[in-house]
């Protein structure tokens, strides 16, 4: 089983970019899809993006044209490039990768 561990939150303010880090204590390259979700206090987990092996995306809407998502197989990691960031963004960020989910890591935007 593949352990996962976010890295890269923090303190931003709205307008500013962040990239996020998701290592994998193994190989990923078996996982087809790699998804990072999201968990702002008091709503539910809600999907952000997701890549397949190949290389393919989804975004959901609320950050499509401002996240990207990428994956370096030969390093087992997946990264997400945040920009434009909003007060809305705020959350926990988990990397999810097959059934295997991360601890998550804080992502506060604020003034």
Same mark, same amino acid.
């Given at each position: 089983?593949? %352990?996962?561990?976010?890295? /890269?939150?923090?303190?931003?303010? &709205? /307008? /500013? +970019?962040?990239?996020?880090?998701?290592?994998?204590?193994? +190989?990923?390259?078996?996982?087809?899809?790699?998804?990072?979700?999201? %968990?702002? &206090?008091?709503?539910?987990?809600?999907?952000?993006?997701?890549?397949?092996?190949?290389?393919?995306?989804?975004?959901?809407? @609320?950050?499509?044209?401002?996240?990207?998502? +990428?994956? *370096?197989?030969?390093?087992?990691?997946?990264?997400?490039?945040?920009?434009?960031?909003?007060?809305? *963004? @705020?959350?926990?960020?988990?990397?999810? /990768?097959?059934?295997?989910?991360? &601890?998550?890591? %804080?992502?506060?935007?604020? +003034?």
């Amino acid at each position: 089983q593949v %352990q996962l561990a976010e890295s /890269g939150g923090g303190l931003v303010q &709205p /307008g /500013g +970019s962040l990239r996020l880090s998701c290592a994998a204590s193994g +190989s990923i390259f078996s996982i087809n899809n790699m998804a990072w979700y999201r %968990q702002a &206090p008091g709503k539910e987990r809600e999907f952000v993006a997701l890549i397949s092996r190949g290389g393919a995306t989804r975004y959901a809407e @609320t950050v499509k044209g401002r996240f990207t998502i +990428s994956r *370096d197989n030969a390093k087992n990691t997946v990264y997400l490039e945040m920009s434009s960031l909003k007060l809305e *963004d @705020t959350a926990v960020y988990y990397c999810v /990768g097959g059934v295997n989910w991360g &601890p998550g890591t %804080q992502v506060t935007v604020s +003034s």
